[in-house]
């Protein structure tokens, strides 16, 4: 694979896909995690823009439906197999399987994407308060060092940077404090940098963003109770619904809950609005949530 730092690169690079044949596609860049995996963000986004790959103009992504199955190596590129569930009067439909190290099946899901029809139209309103400026709001590296070093023992998150994603977290003081966390919670980001002019590509960056810091709403909820113990924490799956064309590179808000936790898995579901507090898109994703020790 190239060689360039995954953070030297813009989001659309780090998705960048190469035809290998019909229905076959490669990635090129690899996006580590803290425990020397692919970001699932990244392998999100390349499943999202393999299957709209050979989609017809005008049918716009709606929904993705994800399963990580086994870990995928950074430094592997991984091959794309895309085929066609439904090719209607209305909606396509793919279906993307993501290869490994001579067939390692490492991911499996379902794109749609559908015709924009004329219809009623109705959403729940953004939690933001009227008027919060995102771009007045501590950054990660502002937050009271002691609450991040609280939360390394949820899967390190306190030490997870990604310069191509912005990134804030409103009242971090209250938000982050174990005592005060109860299964909720919000934050805004954004694409760091510009993203070009098509609807495709937008989604496929949303995808990779909409990884970042989904479960935290479960996991948090645990860190006051955690003593010195250590969460195991690894994504399961992952679901995306697209309500209405939306642009990464403008500031998003993501309020998320998590309904439940048991028997080793954790699932948080995000409500996405944009700044003037339009309904977005919906995320849910289950996790693994373990003792490590």
């Given at each position: ?143 009271d060092p002691a609450l991040m070093r609280g939360i390394r023992r949820l899967g390190g998150y306190s030490e997870d940077r990604k310069p191509s994603i ?15 966390m109860n299964g909720r919670f919000r934050f805004w980001m954004r694409a760091a940098r510009p993203v070009p002019e098509d609807t495709r590509i937008h ?91």
């Amino acid at each position: 694979m190239p060689s360039t730092p995954w953070n030297e690169l813009d989001i659309p690079q780090l998705l960048a896909l190469d035809a290998v044949a019909p229905g076959l596609w490669r990635t090129r860049h690899g996006d580590a995690n803290l425990n020397g995996r692919s970001y699932g963000g990244q392998l999100l986004g390349q499943a999202m823009m393999a299957g709209l790959m050979d989609v017809p103009a005008g049918r716009e992504p709606t929904m993705m439906q994800f399963l990580f199955l086994q870990g995928a190596m950074p430094q592997d590129t991984v091959d794309l197999q895309v085929t066609e569930l439904q090719e209607g009067k209305r909606f396509s439909s793919r279906h993307v399987r993501g290869r490994q190290d001579n067939g390692r099946l490492v991911l499996d899901a379902q794109v749609t994407c559908a015709l924009p029809m004329e219809s009623p139209t109705h959403g729940q309103p953004s939690t933001a308060p009227v008027g919060e400026r995102p771009e007045d709001l501590a950054t990660l590296d502002e937050v009271d060092p002691a609450l991040m070093r609280g939360i390394r023992r949820l899967g390190g998150y306190s030490e997870d940077r990604k310069p191509s994603i912005e990134f804030r977290i409103p009242d971090a003081g209250r938000q982050l404090a174990p005592d005060t966390m109860n299964g909720r919670f919000r934050f805004w980001m954004r694409a760091a940098r510009p993203v070009p002019e098509d609807t495709r590509i937008h989604a496929a960056v949303f995808a990779y963003l909409s990884d970042w810091w989904l479960n935290f709403s479960s996991l948090g909820l645990h860190l006051r109770d955690l003593g010195e113990r250590r969460l195991y924490i690894s994504s399961l799956n992952h679901a995306i619904w697209l309500h209405r064309p939306l642009r990464v590179d403008q500031w998003l808000h993501v309020d998320c809950v998590s309904p439940a936790g048991a028997s080793g898995r954790s699932l948080s579901m995000g409500a996405v609005h944009d700044v003037q507090g339009r309904s977005l898109a919906t995320l849910t994703q289950e996790c693994l949530m373990a003792y490590a020790d």
